[in-house]
Structures are given as C-alpha cells and as structure tokens.
C-alpha cells in the first residue's frame, strides 16, 4: 500500500521496515539446488546410457550394411556367372543343331551314295553277265572253228 500511495504521489508514513528472516528462503533454494543437481545428474547418465546404446546400434547396422554388400557382391558373381553359362549354353545347342543338320544331310548323302553304290554295283554285276555270255560265245565260236576245220564239216555243239 505504502508503495501504490508513492505512486500516486500521496504522502506516506513510513514505517520501519522489520528485518525478514531468510534463512528458511535460503535453505529451500540450498534443497531446489541440491535436487536439480540431482536430477541434471540423472539426465546425464541417462543420456551417455543412451548414447552407449546408439553407438551400439550404429555399429550392428554398419555390419549389417557390410553383410548386405558382400550378400550383394556375391550375386552379382553368381549373377555374371550364370550369364557366362547361358551364353555358353547357348553357343552349345546352335553347334549341336548345326551338327545335327550335318548329320542329316550326311545320312542323306550316305543314302544317296549307297543307292549309286548299289546302281553300279548291278552295272557291273550285269557287265560281268554279259562280259561272261561273250566268253562263252568266243568260246563256243572256236570250237566251231576248230570243230569246222578238223572235220570240213559244219557241227555245232550244244
């Protein structure tokens, strides 16, 4: 009141300020600062928990990332590797289709020439008939001849 009367310019009587005891003021903030010094201690330990965690965590997601990158490089071996065979694959069945095509027509050819084979084979077999037939006939003429001129008559032999 005293200082609201100031205010407003109004004289006051002063009365004489008593002394304030501030000793329970004073050990209640001691206790304030006492517990959040506590507290701050609690958070602080709490945090470098939490950091230990962190850290751990980092360093088992840094080794998972290394195995997925092997994991990763290793099928991309196997990748290049099946490629390489099926390329290989590949090259194998057109050489077998083109030995296969071969093959068939070679056992065209192998037929073809057989049957001209066999063709000549009764050429001959037909020329040696008839080369044989031709013998005879020399033959049989000779004798006749012989036969002729011994007797000066004309026999033939059967």
Same mark, same amino acid.
Request: hydrophobic share 35%; proline share 2%; net charge negative.
């Given at each position: 009141?005293?200082?609201?009367?100031?205010?407003?310019?109004?004289?006051?009587?002063?009365?004489?300020?008593?002394?304030? &005891?501030?000793?329970?003021?004073?050990?209640?903030?001691?206790?304030?600062?006492?517990?959040?010094?506590?507290?701050?201690?609690?958070?602080?330990?709490?945090?470098?928990?939490?950091?230990?965690?962190?850290?751990?965590?980092?360093?088992?997601?840094?080794?998972?990332?290394?195995?997925?990158?092997?994991?990763?490089?290793?099928?991309?071996?196997?990748?290049?590797?099946?490629?390489?065979?099926?390329?290989?694959?590949?090259?194998?069945?057109?050489?077998?289709?083109?030995?296969?095509?071969?093959?068939?027509?070679?056992? &065209?050819?192998?037929?073809?020439?057989?049957?001209?084979?066999?063709?000549?084979?009764?050429?001959?077999?037909?020329?040696?008939?008839?080369?044989?037939?031709?013998?005879?006939?020399?033959?049989?003429?000779?004798?006749?001849?012989?036969?002729?001129?011994?007797?000066?008559?004309?026999?033939?032999?059967?």
């Amino acid at each position: 009141q005293a200082v609201l009367r100031r205010r407003q310019g109004l004289t006051t009587e002063e009365s004489p300020v008593s002394a304030v &005891d501030l000793e329970p003021v004073l050990k209640q903030i001691d206790g304030l600062k006492q517990h959040i010094s506590e507290e701050v201690q609690k958070a602080e330990a709490d945090i470098k928990q939490i950091q230990g965690v962190v850290e751990s965590i980092k360093q088992e997601i840094e080794q998972k990332s290394s195995e997925q990158r092997e994991a990763k490089e290793e099928l991309l071996q196997v990748d290049a590797q099946l490629m390489t065979q099926q390329a290989e694959l590949s090259s194998t069945e057109g050489r077998v289709q083109q030995l296969s095509e071969l093959a068939g027509l070679s056992q &065209d050819g192998i037929s073809g020439l057989r049957q001209k084979l066999e063709n000549t084979a009764e050429s001959l077999s037909r020329f040696q008939e008839a080369s044989d037939y031709q013998l005879q006939a020399i033959a049989n003429m000779k004798q006749l001849v012989s036969n002729l001129a011994a007797d000066g008559s004309p026999t033939v032999s059967a």
